[in-house]
């Protein structure tokens, strides 16, 4: 079937169902970052393979809507006159349909791909105009999907309490008093890292983020019932996880909600992350719906002693990796062999594989040569890679996913001889990274308070990076977790707490020349003051050749020399020969 017969076919249903357009966002029902291939309804009817964006079918008119960074790839993947183009931020879908259709027109839409919060923000937008959204019974893509892809159904991995450092039976108690706080029957849970998290368990469903396709209820005492495809499921199961533990198949979820209010007469759930299905469900049963933040999540964010012993396991693995490739490198451009950002890509991720724990990456590597690192969401596995080339900067973004841990770590390396002005821009970027790494900080201190350290260097002179300074990062879980962040976003975010772990990336980027960017993740510790401070879990040196030692100060200098020691103790003896000798050149006293 070409796209344009898809398009054909999706509009006879909506002639069926009497809709006057159909909805379709790139989100799947579990609303994560990644999704997979099954669920890749957008990419299915469009032939649109980015990550985020919208097409909207009517009768006449399939207009795609993506953002920045997608505008060409959505037009040529998306030909005219086949499809419309609009920019995602500039005209929101729901502002160009209210425009566009007339009154009492009906839009379509699968209410299990949009939160529960924007699917309320869509309904009002259009009513504006007096059109109706309209939750259909069942996706509209899936009923022309004839080939679909079949999900997986890999096993539950069961992670031990040696790893996780609680138990479910722990956890669950803790999220049951919140429950109690919010005067709530029961929680509905459909964030995936959040059930994987409860239950002590992982998946393998999900690209990079290791867990399994579920949804949950959770009671007010403690008592859990999972929804996902039983195939999954492995002896032991129920012991592990304990007392109060049940499991039903995933598409009994909708008969179990109308039951509901038989035992829930106040359901909490996450608006911003759970989709508006199920919730309206629950609330045409009569339950009332309180809207609060994922009990899963604060306590997820806040790694236990356990957690962060394992997480520096990982990062010692990692590091090991990372330094063996970075050595590679070097040696590959010294004896002038040619390389392109695919060819390096790989090899960096095969330093990971060769490691026995590494269970994923822990997403797609961002290896970009010269000016392709100045743009933020550049894959060289869109287009051809560009090669390496000399007298230039390199910049590598990359994690892995260990069953102790997540890591995501961005290095900058000098390809030949950089400029002077390069050198300048990225000691400048490192000095915020040091300010940062190094802040101490009272209680209750959020992450955009800190930004600015960060960003002071270049701000000095004019300049700044076009991105958040740091994201929380799970424990074998997702990459980009919340509630912390550090960024210039105003107004109340997550203070950051002990035992967060949150990445330090600031980065300078010029458009059509090259980009730097300095990234470590931190985890935050108390001290013998009652201030909090940050330690470093990264473990890799910063390439000395692009520092411009007197632009540091003295204390700046010292924490260099302080950090590549700790590099140099901790994975020192890991490494053998050429790597070796390597990291020592590498992980000199800066001063000396
Ligand atoms: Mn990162």
Request: proline fraction near 5%.
């Amino acid at each position: 079937m070409t796209v344009a017969s898809r398009l054909e076919s999706l509009r006879a249903h909506m002639q069926s169902l009497k809709l006057d357009a159909i909805w379709v966002p790139r989100a799947d029902e579990f609303l994560g970052e990644y999704v997979p291939i099954h669920n890749e309804r957008l990419a299915y009817l469009t032939g649109f393979t980015g990550s985020a964006g919208v097409c909207v079918v009517t009768m006449d008119a399939a207009i795609l809507f993506v953002d920045g960074r997608y505008t060409l790839q959505a037009a040529n993947q998306c030909p005219e006159p086949l499809f419309e183009h609009q920019h995602i931020i500039e005209t929101p879908p729901e502002t160009f349909l209210r425009d566009r259709l007339s009154e009492n027109q009906v839009v379509g839409v699968d209410a299990r791909c949009l939160s529960f919060q924007s699917f309320t923000r869509i309904e009002q937008t259009l009513g504006e105009n007096s059109i109706s959204l309209s939750a259909m019974a069942e996706n509209a893509v899936d009923l022309i999907w004839t080939d679909r892809p079949v999900a997986s159904v890999n096993p539950i991995i069961l992670l031990d309490e040696a790893v996780t450092g609680a138990s479910s039976v722990q956890k669950r108690a803790a999220m049951a008093e919140s429950l109690k706080k919010a005067n709530a029957d029961a929680v509905l849970l459909t964030q995936l890292d959040s059930i994987a998290w409860t239950l002590n368990i992982r998946g393998d469903d999900v690209p990079h983020l290791p867990v399994l396709l579920a949804y949950a209820i959770m009671t007010r005492e403690g008592d859990f019932t999972l929804f996902t495809d039983t195939h999954k499921l492995v002896d032991g199961l129920a012991d592990h996880v304990g007392p109060g533990f049940s499991v039903l198949p995933i598409d009994q979820f909708d008969v179990y909600l109308k039951g509901l209010s038989n035992t829930c007469a106040r359901l909490l759930f996450d608006p911003q992350t759970c989709h508006a299905h199920s919730p309206l469900l629950c609330r045409d049963q009569g339950i009332e719906l309180i809207e609060q933040s994922d009990p899963a999540e604060q306590p997820k964010a806040c790694k236990n002693a356990t957690e962060v012993a394992g997480i520096r396991r990982a990062h010692v693995r990692d590091g090991v990796a990372l330094c063996r490739f970075l050595a590679w490198l070097d040696g590959e451009v010294a004896s002038g062999q040619a390389h392109d950002e695919g060819s390096v890509s790989d090899r960096l991720e095969a330093f990971r594989r060769e490691l026995p724990e590494l269970k994923d990456l822990s997403f797609s590597t961002i290896s970009a040569a010269g000016p392709n690192a100045a743009m933020a969401h550049y894959s060289h596995t869109n287009g051809v890679p560009s090669p390496l080339v000399l007298n230039s900067v390199y910049l590598v973004d990359s994690g892995g996913q260990y069953l102790d841990g997540t890591t995501d770590v961005t290095r900058t390396i000098a390809i030949g001889e950089p400029s002077d002005h390069q050198k300048e821009m990225f000691t400048r970027v490192l000095k915020g990274h040091i300010a940062l790494s190094s802040a101490r900080f009272p209680r209750g201190t959020a992450g955009n308070q800190l930004d600015v350290l960060a960003r002071q260097f270049l701000w000095e002179i004019g300049k700044d990076y076009d991105h958040g300074t740091g994201h929380g990062v799970g424990c074998y879980l997702s990459v980009h977790e919340g509630p912390q962040r550090i960024g210039k976003t105003p107004g109340p975010t997550a203070p950051l707490k002990p035992g967060m772990v949150v990445s330090n990336e600031p980065g300078y980027y010029e458009a059509g020349a090259y980009g730097i960017r300095c990234e470590n993740l931190l985890v935050v510790v108390e001290t013998d003051t009652p201030m909090l401070a940050f330690e470093p879990l990264t473990l890799a040196p910063f390439d000395r050749r692009l520092i411009l030692v007197s632009l540091l100060s003295e204390a700046e200098t010292q924490w260099i020399d302080d950090y590549h020691a700790q590099v140099r103790e901790q994975i020192g003896d890991e490494l053998q020969g050429e790597d070796k000798e390597w990291l020592q050149a590498m992980t000199a006293p800066l001063a000396a």
